[in-house]
């Protein structure tokens, strides 16, 4: 079975530009959660869909949003991206909630 | 809040050296324990968990014991080996509606 992928695997943008990452889970899962990785702030959990519902957010700036199609796919939007915003960027996985979250191997995003 | 508190690292050991990774949380009730490692440029993987008190969760060595009097989850393995060199990261969940939090992962380096 396909594990979690992501797309791109790095990416450069400038202060301003928008993002767009993507996540496609592991098949017959329908819970994707995504994760911001800073080496100053670890790892910070940025939301959650489960059947292209948004079941759980954490605390950023509106300028990050999701999205969940009805294949599970998931996307993920960065708008008027800030020095700050340069990290890797964790989608992971799951049946369901209480069930085992399978990690991708992450979008590095950096921000000149 | 709920918190998760990981010790400092990088840890250093020598191969087959005994490994402790100290691991306690804050939070109500009886949350679901995890811990994931990651290695160099991957995502993280489930390494192993633990859902009720006194449960052992164990997986290619390591072991971690869910201790509710003291709040603990502390990672063992009794010889290590180079290759399991990587960042080791202590999580909760509280309930099958609340996020995953994460403590700041604990760098392991072990030499030959």
């Known amino acids: 079975k396909a594990g979690v992928t992501q797309t791109p695997r790095y990416l450069i943008k400038t202060r301003g530009q928008q993002v767009t990452l993507s996540c496609s889970p592991i098949s017959g899962h329908r819970s994707v959660s995504w994760y911001q990785q800073t080496p100053g702030q670890g790892l910070q959990f940025l939301f959650e869909y489960f059947s292209e519902t948004q079941r759980n957010k954490g605390n950023f700036p509106g300028r990050f949003s999701g999205r969940q199609f009805s294949n599970s796919r998931s996307e993920m939007n960065v708008s008027t991206l800030e020095l700050g915003d340069s990290a890797l960027y964790l989608c992971?996985?799951?049946?369901?909630?209480?069930?085992?979250?399978?990690f991708g191997p992450g979008t590095r995003l950096l921000v000149l | 809040g709920n918190s998760v508190t990981q010790m400092e690292g990088p840890v250093t050991l020598s191969e087959e050296a005994f490994l402790t990774i100290n691991c306690t949380y804050t939070a109500t009730g009886y949350p679901s324990l995890f811990w994931y490692v990651q290695y160099p440029g991957e995502g993280l993987q489930l390494l192993l968990k633990?859902?009720?008190?006194?449960d052992k969760g164990s997986n290619k060595g390591f072991e971690a014991t869910y201790r509710k009097e003291t709040t603990s989850f502390h990672l063992e393995k009794g010889s290590v080996q180079v290759s399991d060199s990587a960042v080791y990261f202590c999580?909760?969940?509280?309930?099958?509606?609340?996020?995953?939090?994460f403590g700041p992962g604990t760098s392991l380096s072990v030499i030959p």
């Open positions: 633990a859902t009720k008190a006194d």
């Open positions: 999580a909760l969940m509280k309930t099958s509606y609340d996020k995953v939090i």
């Open positions: 992971a996985s799951s049946l369901d909630r209480r069930e085992t979250q399978y």
